[in-house]
């Protein structure tokens, strides 16, 4: 593949709090440090873009200063936009309570990127050596649902990598069917694989995945410093980890779709990509803050290390 990375998900801003612990019902906590940054489908986003690829944004910004953040954000990582800001409201803010693990919890509140239309996504003319990349968050808005069941059918040959995301048991049966049905790679973490499958392991995890797509399909599941577990053509392999100390995991699933995606647009087979995106998510969680994903030399010098 040659072309762009496709993003339809959606760019947001995270208010990322890191506290001691989460609080209790009716409690509070007092947290240590406050950040208002550019998360979300950033995330990915800048991870690709700082690999290397060529990457545009397809979903939906609000007017306000949420959405000139996020803008100003995309353009100082090279990403372009594919829409004018959308009227009416501004874009939407995650909370992000990151405690003293680095195990993140998430609160959404949605703005004008869960509006994206159908004939939005038909103006992005896609095209086969272009990645599109898919989040299951989309699917739980009402407007980008429809607007990606009829679209994604419809295009021309473009592989479609889809992350299901931690609220992949919230989307209706019938939808998760129909997307999952035009997805070429899927990738997830290790909880939310048993929890799609209602399996216990990981390994039973990946084959029941498997039999949900097409045939030809690839499935990857992240398991932290574990690496990822790899499936296609009927085998599973593993992906070795990167062993860290992690001070932030905000991001890190993030960050591996998006080198992921950025190394089999350089042409990479899936295996060596995946290698690279398991040493750019470890880089990740190393560093606070949700956008952390490291640049080519940094991961060139950790894959160096294992090899």
Not at 1 to 16: E, K
Not at 196 to 208: G, L, P, W, Y
Not at 239 to 267: K, Q, S, W, Y
Request: hydrophobic share 45%; charged share 15%.
């Amino acid at each position: 593949m040659t072309g762009r990375l496709v993003h339809t998900g959606q760019a947001v801003l995270d208010l990322v709090m890191t506290v001691p612990a989460l609080p209790p019902a009716g409690g509070d906590v007092l947290a240590t440090s406050t950040n208002l940054l550019p998360g979300g489908g950033f995330n990915v986003m800048s991870a690709a873009a700082r690999s290397g690829a060529d990457v545009l944004y397809a979903g939906v910004h609000g007017i306000g200063g949420f959405g000139d953040t996020v803008r100003a954000a995309l353009a100082a990582e090279g990403v372009a936009v594919a829409h004018e800001p959308s009227g009416g409201m501004d874009t939407g803010v995650v909370v992000a309570l990151v405690d003293a693990s680095g195990e993140r919890t998430f609160v959404t509140g949605a703005g004008a990127e869960g509006q994206l239309r159908e004939d939005q996504l038909d103006a992005v003319e896609a095209t086969a050596g272009d990645l599109v990349y898919v989040t299951g968050y989309s699917l739980l808005h009402e407007s980008n649902r429809a607007a990606l069941l009829s679209w994604l059918p419809r295009l021309p040959g473009s592989p479609v990598l889809f992350d299901p995301g931690p609220l992949a048991s919230e989307i209706d049966l019938e939808t998760f069917r129909v997307v999952m049905s035009t997805v070429d790679i899927l990738s997830c973490n290790a909880r939310e694989a048993t929890e799609i499958t209602r399996t216990r392991t990981t390994n039973s995890a990946i084959r029941a995945l498997a039999t949900m797509l097409p045939a030809a399909a690839t499935v990857v599941i992240r398991d932290g410093p574990a690496g990822c577990l790899l499936h296609r053509e009927h085998s599973t392999v593993t992906i070795p980890g990167f062993p860290v100390v992690a001070v932030d995991t905000n991001g890190a699933g993030d960050t591996h779709c998006g080198v992921l995606a950025a190394e089999l647009l350089r042409g990479a087979d899936v295996e060596h990509a995946a290698l690279r995106a398991n040493a750019a998510a470890a880089l990740s969680v190393t560093r606070h803050g949700p956008a952390t994903a490291p640049g080519r030399e940094e991961i060139d010098e950790l894959v160096k290390a294992l090899t």
